[in-house]
């Protein structure tokens, strides 16, 4: 279909089903970051409350993979909140497009809205990443904690030490990279 055959009205008609389709998707991301990622947190610090009722040897391989855990939580929420960015910025474009041609300020939540550019992932997005860098770091401390509860210092002390340094790391320089995401838009090349 070219183009030029489509009216105005089917330009807008597109745009809004697309309108439509990421406010779904941006609902998604909300629930999944005020929701499912407070209670998989909370699992996990239930967890890592019980781990004193366990058999050591149990309760060591716990400590072990618990922090690969708690970083993937930070890089799935992370990631969430870079989706819920993508989101907001392409609303806001759709917007500004149905307005232009349309000829008059038809659709003005995310393109008026007074935190349209800050914080990343909007105010909700950012307080939960910042929530979440706090509770996994904690939790790496507890890890830490009690992991040396269980053995005496040594190598492999030394060696789980470096690894809940590693992840920890990852954690910051995950928050810290949203703060600096900017959204692009793919735009496809139409020559080739």
């Known amino acids: 279909m070219n183009q030029d055959s489509l009216t105005v009205r089917d330009r807008i008609e597109i745009l809004l089903r697309e309108y439509d389709a990421l406010y779904g998707l941006l609902r998604f991301r909300l629930e999944a970051m005020d929701r499912r990622l407070p209670l998989v947190g ?16 149990v309760r060591l ?10 970083g993937w939580l930070m890089a799935t929420t992370v990631g969430h909140a870079r989706a819920k960015e993508d989101h907001l910025r392409r609303i806001d474009e759709i917007e500004r497009e149905v307005n232009q041609m349309g ?26 990443v910042l929530a979440l ?6 939790m790496l401390a507890a890890c830490w904690y009690l992991f040396q509860l269980q053995a005496a210092a040594t190598l492999a ?16 320089m995950l928050r810290f990279g949203l703060a600096n995401y900017d959204y692009q838009r793919c735009r496809e090349d139409r020559n080739s």
């Open 61 to 70: 391989t716990f400590l072990l993979m618990l922090p690969a855990a708690i």
């Open 133 to 138: 860098m706090t509770m996994c770091l904690a």
């Open 157 to 172: 002390t030394t060696a789980y030490g470096a690894y809940l340094g590693l992840i920890a790391i990852v954690i910051v």
């Open 103 to 128: 000829g008059a300020e038809l659709l003005v939540f995310q393109s008026q809205h007074p935190n349209r550019r800050q914080p990343i992932a909007g105010r909700t997005g950012s307080g939960t």
């Open 42 to 57: 909370g699992g996990f610090l239930f967890l890592l409350g019980s781990l004193s009722s366990l058999p050591s040897p």
